[in-house]
């Protein structure tokens, strides 16, 4: 298994997050939040974004874990100076906080991670 390192400079800010009323939500999720994401590169070195893993905890301890190639389809490359924004949601049955990680390459094929800070779903 591969090891992933942090990088320094390499950062990922959740810049909003908001509900979304949607009545065509299925049953047992029914709530949607909409977030929109900054992945910050401030390093010195080229990166892409291979993949994701998200973790959904809700009020009742129930985790849920998603996983995936990329980002939003997408493998972002990032020069240093570089951003890259994207939205996306997540559906939830009850009040949740979601966090993860985006994992992916630097120039010289060395794995890295960037970490997604942890922020609250609260159903109105």
């Given at each position: 298994m591969a090891t992933h390192q942090e990088l320094p400079g390499l950062r990922v800010s959740v810049d909003r997050v908001e509900y979304i009323k949607d009545s065509h939500n299925p049953a047992d999720r029914p709530h949607r939040f909409a977030y929109f994401i900054t992945i910050h590169n401030d390093s010195l070195r080229i990166v892409?974004?291979?993949g994701?893993?998200?973790l959904v905890v809700n009020d009742q301890g129930?985790?849920?874990?998603?996983?995936?190639?990329g980002v939003v389809?997408?493998?972002p490359r990032l020069t240093p100076g570089d951003r890259f924004q994207y939205n996306s949601y997540h559906l939830i049955n009850t009040n949740s906080t979601a966090e993860g990680a985006?994992?992916?390459k630097d120039e010289d094929g060395q794995s890295i991670?960037?970490?997604i800070p942890p922020f609250k779903m609260v159903v109105p």
């Open positions: 892409t974004i291979t994701r893993k998200w129930h985790r849920l874990i998603v996983e995936g190639d389809g997408q493998f985006y994992i992916g991670i960037v970490r």
